[in-house]
């Protein structure tokens, strides 16, 4: 953002002007939440089926007994069917296991630092380790990372994916760094889709590091918000065309698909990083959730059931994207004070306020009743550089408080902006 | 086992004997499996209800939706009050999360590797660590330490747990030795339950290292095979009035109560220790499966209602260790050949052959169709230094087959054990 100039007068009126619309708002004891992006009751209750599932089934389709200990060691495969071509990774080279990919970004961590991956020469516990992390991004991969002692180094995303030519250059010069956080497609929080470009850059870049890793996080591979459904490229491919077949971990999960807190998650990969991942998980655990997967599975059916239901998803959270816009829209636009995004999918938008006002604005909004997410969340270390982005989860609220949420919002927004504005002109 | 003396010519001719057993044994063409303790289907089947809980319902008692991200961060407190009393761990200790207790003492060490766990000055990778490691003993618990390079120490079962004159000598002398693995009650395999004298000792006792734990595996706490109802002493209230109220993490699951692979575990420990574990799997996951949480909570009401559902798994397992005992003592008392453990709870028998025979046991047990734990499995890095003791796990085979293989395999125990006896004879 940058600050458009307007005469004193001007700012010293709209100051005001927001002063008495924000003393309107916290008269009004709201006590809302948008602070995670959780999926709405409608959107829980459209995966009602799943439970009383699987009723009187226990056989997955190879006639394992669910119930029991025991392989498949890549989970069902009926249901990594449905997935394979979702994640775009071969079913075989597909792991269905936990409720979680964070999990599994976390394990894929520990078992690096605690064992040799594929083309490393040593565990990462012994060495000093550094991840790119592409801003904004998503809080808990960078938790991950600062739990672990893990070095981050921003990248600014563009509206392609991360700035690729400072991520080749870094990557090129630096055997620290071994990995880099994508979220490919309607990327946490501004809404981004890799380009195919930006993959193919990925795939072929040279590193300094020869156990450098993607890790692919791709969280809303189906959760479309428009007509348009965005296609990334199948960046496994790209990497094995480029010599580079173990580059880059895939990840995802039915979290926001079936129920966030009790779905299943996957991990793809090359087969050696398969082979490695379930040498390591096999230790860890005797086998996942296979009733869990198998529920799934009678529940989605095949990928048209997944994209089908994932259109239900959209119908419900399309209108609230739009509200959040249109207020945005009604309020903001022309003011010079934020910007926003406007994603196509994923569950996010990012709200870009004046520098300097971000934490401000999610001050005042929480003192409203308006929890949001903390700004410089989306940051490594909490920390954004020019205190500016803030992530909107326009999911869980009802259309009623989103009216709300984001009217009261925007009050915040042009609160802490024109205090800025009139500071800067005393 | 010692052997006992005989006359050559009784030995050549019951070796003659063992060896048209065995032939009799191998024409049956027999396919059978006795390597893990897995529930039968029987008792997979008094859970079938689960397979459609929670049907209509999804909130908590205490309002929370299961299917959404969110706390409780401890788990659903309706199912912790079920399992507080059985692992003697007041609720508030009691963390519900995954579905493997495997997979938390995974985590434990994890988290101990890579984070500085109460009382230590430093992460455990950075160290050289030991763990005690009682024998013969639980092979997942073993391969956990050998994973993570955790040295592994062992140290003899008595009939009321590890030999506590060695464990005390040697935790009071060696400050690496930082953990022992303990399976407090029917310990696998040899349904050992340790004393309320070994409790204390080990809550007690005097370790050179400061952040010593004792994984307390409470696989079996409800799972008795006889009408006397074994407890063992509170081993956390035991710590913490010797003044170690940080010693002890206590695991346990529901994996055979309910569904091997589609339960629930349990992590309990001080305030301190669930603080710590809580901090770095709150970073890992964003929560467990709560729906299934509430799945089992309504399944078995109580800890009454688990104590009934126990019972019944009692009635359909007690006929099988008497079935294999009852086989093992007509083939087999007598003949100097083996002993075998008589356990008032838990999934497996001990059997004890020569010194030497256990492999030649199992490799001719496996020739006949009958496929049995590897010998040495039961000890660190897979190597018995007597080779002696086999594990039985008479859970999951019917009784006809259970006849089959407990006759079969006293077949393999006369022919191996009196090859021995004839070649030490010439």
């Not at 993959?199 to 189906?222: G, H, K, S």
Request: aromatic share 8%; with cysteine.
């Amino acid at each position: 953002m940058t600050t458009t100039s307007q005469p004193a007068a001007a700012v010293t009126a709209l100051l005001d002007q927001a002063r008495r619309d924000y003393a309107a708002l916290t008269s009004q004891g709201l006590a809302l939440d948008l602070t995670r992006g959780k999926p709405s009751l409608a959107q829980l209750d459209m995966a009602a089926e799943l439970l009383q599932l699987p009723a009187d089934r226990y056989r997955a389709a190879d006639g394992t007994d669910c119930r029991n200990y025991g392989p498949p060691k890549k989970g069902l495969r009926e249901l990594r069917e449905i997935f394979a071509p979702v994640l775009q990774v071969p079913v075989e080279q597909l792991v269905a296991v936990g409720n979680s990919s964070l999990e599994l970004m976390h394990d894929c961590l520990v078992h690096m630092l605690l064992s040799v991956v594929p083309g490393a020469e040593r565990r990462w516990a012994d060495q000093d380790v550094a991840f790119l992390a592409p801003v904004p991004g998503y809080d808990r991969h960078f938790a991950l990372c600062e739990r672990f002692g893990i070095e981050m180094i921003p990248v600014p995303m563009t509206a392609d994916g991360p700035d690729m030519d400072i991520v080749e250059d870094l990557v090129r010069s630096h055997p620290k760094i071994k990995g880099i956080w994508c979220v490919p497609k309607y990327s946490n929080p501004d809404g981004a889709c890799y380009s195919d470009e930006t993959a193919r850059r990925l795939a072929t870049m040279e590193t300094a590091a020869p156990d450098f890793r993607i890790f692919w996080d791709n969280a809303y591979p189906v959760h479309h918000l428009t007509e348009e459904e965005v296609e990334v490229a199948d960046i496994l491919t790209a990497c094995t065309e480029a010599g580079h077949p173990d580059r880059t971990f895939v990840f995802g999960s039915t979290s926001k698909i079936t129920m966030a807190g009790a779905g299943v998650a996957f991990f793809g990969s090359s087969p050696a990083n398969v082979d490695w991942w379930i040498s390591n998980a096999g230790i860890r655990s005797i086998g996942p959730d296979k009733v869990n997967q198998l529920r799934h599975a009678l529940f989605l059916g095949d990928t048209d059931g997944l994209r089908a239901h994932m259109r239900r998803h959209r119908d419900i959270l399309r209108p609230k994207f739009d509200t959040v816009r249109r207020i945005f829209a009604r309020e903001l636009e022309g003011s010079g004070l934020a910007t926003w995004s406007d994603p196509k999918g994923g569950y996010f938008i990012a709200l870009s306020v004046l520098k300097g006002c971000a934490r401000d604005v999610v001050r005042l909004a929480k003192e409203a009743g308006i929890a949001v997410t903390p700004a410089g969340a989306t940051y490594p270390y909490r920390s954004d550089p020019e205190d500016s982005v803030i992530r909107i989860g326009p999911t869980y609220p009802s259309l009623e408080e989103l009216e709300q949420i984001a009217q009261g919002l925007t009050v915040c927004v042009r609160l802490a902006g024109y205090e800025k504005l009139a500071a800067e002109q005393n």
